[in-house]
């Protein structure tokens, strides 16, 4: 009965906002928006903007402002034409835009150099509904309007809404006990982005900088899924481009905020043997704001988010009592903190100052049963130096980047008791603890320091050819890793290979890897017709283990070519293909010693060794359908090259870090794995009113591949193997009133189950239903308030996620789908 209520007040809902009554026409509508140049992807100022409407109500004008933003106040309803308008672009009109009554619509634009005027429609000026340019597969994060649909499910140890949960709206991607991660891939594959630099964690692969939305310009980021460039080659598994921070501008703006999710309002879980955890408590309250020091000359941009959290982890064992069940509380206290300053020297340069921390602590205490207190504090800071700028009248675009990153995780047992408490299965009561320091009193510091440079240069009627681009891009770009790491060794465990007491009750190490690698990407393309893509990425790895051991490094060349067919040469439908070679980093996780069994076992490894590695195929269509929405089918093959694999030396006492099949590794079978996937998808931007997306993907899996940083995790598999994943998603926004406005957004997901390595046999189908509700009220200019109400799995549907396999007996679920959570937000910007 309580599922059937909750899907009558959806009903009802959708009833009442479709058949919402017309208020009487006033002029209380706005239009606002960011005009960006379309080559150089930074604002552009001065550009005449002027909305016409079809009815007698005038013509209204304005200009942009340096940072390229325009807003138009006090607009009647009615359908209108807007132009762009400014010396040395293309002008780009939009026709019918409708404005609704007390509506803000936001209409951003991307105007194209003059000497585009060869290639496209003189009066359209806008790049094309289907993107004839690339050879891939990706999601330009625009078009993930996050205020209509319910992403970014908090996660215990992440941001209330981080940009690492958007790519869960897509059929390629699904989530796994270690994260959300490509199909054929894991988590630890992952490449996260951010101001054009990795913030990949070098040792244990996740995000380091995992940022909350509030602190990301995140319509400038994008998901990158297959058929990538090479200057996105250094990653086996999808790229996360989280675009760029909080920049400022010439107006003041900001917003205040607040999300909170609670305990109280989530759905039961059934009883299992495996740990789980369950969120009590997480909330944030923050503030952003932004504007001018200088106008047109000095802009800044500040960020705070402090966010605390409780967490609980049991282990409910079914042959036990109640009682003797175990149950740890977990709070955490963290603290986001962004600051960033823009100089502009003049419209073709400006340089950017960012400065990040973000500091956590979580305690770990007494539930239900006795267990040692330990805390784990977590610090990082980021900080970054990029200048953009344009030489030869912006034919030659320069991005220069520099970045310092360090990260520092310490767990610190109680001074009374032994954190050797048994807490098998609970992931040391919590999952942060798992990852990072691995369940042990571990130490551990990463220092990380980048550097690139690219330059990109485009000629219109190359060759004498008036309809033919030319695009060159190279780049060059270095790391410098460095991982200190302190563990404890339990005094049971500290025996030599014939069991005297003779190692140390605790062992430091430090690592290092060098990266160096560059690229080159040229492209052509005539007219919408033809494009063709060709690059070569080239990767230097050096890895230096601990106490001078023997040097591990290798060069490899990245080819990858790619080709896209506009048949009706109108940008409205492209056919595509795609070759690839990708290329991982290897994690200095795996180099740490091993302290879990009776004896402490170090790391050797191969000197030839090389990273994991990957070919890829992808052929797709996309067409453009009922205007701006695009249909898409689109079919990947993926192979694995090269893997990765910890093997026991032949006299025990230490691991080998190898590739199997080859060198050191050559006694082993090489590590197979090949994955096919077909994807269909009927998608629509977020546009006007409403917006829509529906995607499937059939897939097929052979080998036997697993993530090699499994034995840190106890084991765990984190290959992301379904057969069958079917997501939609949709929604709508509604004025109720002339400053109120309502919004509904429904996301569904159904995947089969989730497959194991070189088996048939899976878990059961999964299905998820979540759903987000939303009121906003207009004030005066630019000031809005708004109320939203997330629910994650709606119907509270508790499927096994993971089962036990035995031949003996029946399985035993060991992990069920998270429970029913509900998140309230609140926000006032100005």
Known sequence: MRNLTVFHVVVGVLVGMSQAPTARAEPTSSILGTVIDAQSRQPVGDVVVTASASEPQGEFTVVTEMDGTYRFELLPPGVYELRFEREGFLPLRRDSVPVREARALRISASLLPESF????????????????????????????????????????????????????????????????????????????????????????????VPLSLELLQYDWGELLFRGRIPQYGRATGVIIDAGENKSGGNEFNGAVFAHWATGLLQGRRPLQDSPHEVIENMGELGAVLSGSILKDQLWFSLGLIPSVQRVESTRSRSAVPEEDSLTIQSDQREVQALGRLTYLFNADHNTTLTFITMPATQRLHEGTAAFAPRTLERDTLLLGLGHRGGLLDKAVLLDIDARWLRQHFSQRPALSGDTGTETEGLACGSALLALYTRCGDEEHETNQFQVQGRAHFRNYGALGIPKLQHTLKVGLDAEWLVHDAVQRVPSAQRRSPRGLQSAPSSIATRTHRDVVGGFVQDSWMYSYLLTLNV???????????????????????????????????????RLFAHYGKYRGRVLLGLLLPDASGEQVRGVEVDPHLSPASTSEVTLGTDVAVLGETVMSVTYVRRELDTGLGLVSNPSGDRWRLVNPGKGLGSGLPKQEQTHDAVTLELARTAAY??????????????????????????????????????????????????????RLGLAYVAASGALKAGQRGSTPWLHVVDA????????????????????????NIQTETRMTSSSDGPTVALEHQPPRQVRFGARYTF
């Open 117 to 208: 005027r060869e290639l496209f429609e003189p009066t359209r000026g806008e790049f094309p509904p289907v993107d004839t340019e690339s050879t891939g597969v990706s999601e330009s994060l625009d078009h993930l309007d996050c205020d209509l649909l319910p992403v970014a499910r908090p996660i215990p140890g992440s941001a209330m809404r981080s940009v690492d949960r958007l790519q869960s709206l897509r059929s390629e991607a699904v989530d796994t006990d270690q994260g959300l991660t490509l199909l054929g891939a894991s988590p630890s594959e992952n490449g996260y982005v951010l101001d054009g630099l990795s913030t990949q964690d070098g040792v244990f692969g996740r995000n380091a």
């Open 535 to 573: 690059g070569l990425r080239y990767d230097m790895q050096r890895l230096v283990p601990s106490h001078g051991e023997t040097r591990a490094e290798s060069h490899m060349l990245s080819p990858q070519l790619g080709v896209v067919v506009d048949p009706f040469e109108r940008g409205e439908m």
């Open 689 to 742: 009113d409403w917006m829509g997306q529906a995607s499937y993907t059939w897939s097929r899996f052979s080998g036997s591949r697993e993530d090699p940083l499994n034995h840190m995790l106890r084991g765990t598999s984190a290959v992301a193997r379904r057969t069958h994943v079917l997501k939609a998603s949709g929604a709508r926004r509604q004025r109720l009133t002339p400053a109120l406005s309502a």
């Open 772 to 795: 987000r509700f939303g009121v906003d009220y207009q004030f005066d200019r630019g000031k809005a308030l708004s109320f939203d109400l997330d629910a994650f799995n709606l119907f």
